[in-house]
């Protein structure tokens, strides 16, 4: 009995090894864009420091991706397939509202959708507290993953792009 718990045990590992990928990848669509998420978390600090702001952003926008119909599915298939990424210790200080606001913003693509990046500060609360920037998404005026000052109202917006 004892050894038939023993060789359940030992399948279970693989088993939900593959469970877990099969919950993560749910077209066959989804592994290649997982590795061009990882691949785009990985090189953004150094596209940062190689161009200016608005030139990156243009040329985030420009770059191909897939085109989703509902923006929800959308937002949440990125999500599901950026998460795993922050999970590794190298990437992992790299979970951001930065980070996710931008790859959510070069990997959103919906026709007739305004996308937009929006950056802004969170002043201190209490004095001696330090400044928080923030940065969001938004689809035809509907905020995407706002981080919770944002949505408390909290943060001045101070950039947006595209300029309306």
């Not at 950026?82 to 693509?109: D, E, I, K, S």
Request: with cysteine; proline share 10%.
């Amino acid at each position: 009995m004892a050894e038939g718990i023993n060789n359940i045990s030992q399948t279970e590992g693989p088993i939900g090894f593959f469970r877990r990928l099969s919950r993560m990848f749910k077209t066959p669509g989804d592994i290649l864009l997982t590795f061009r998420i990882g691949l785009f978390i990985y090189r953004l600090p150094g596209a940062m420091q190689k161009s200016d702001l608005p030139s990156l952003l243009k040329k985030f926008r420009q770059a191909s991706g897939p085109w989703v119909v509902d923006l929800d599915t959308g937002v949440a298939r990125i999500a599901r397939l950026r998460q795993p990424w922050f999970r590794l210790p190298f990437l992992g200080t790299r979970n951001t509202c930065y980070v996710r606001a931008l790859t959510l913003y070069r990997f959103l693509h919906a026709p007739d959708s305004s996308i937009k990046i929006h950056f802004g500060v969170e002043p201190p609360r209490i004095p001696g507290e330090r400044t928080r920037g923030h940065a969001w998404v938004t689809a035809n005026g509907k905020m995407l993953e706002p981080p919770d000052p944002v949505v408390s109202g909290r943060v001045k917006e101070l950039y947006v792009y595209p300029q309306p």
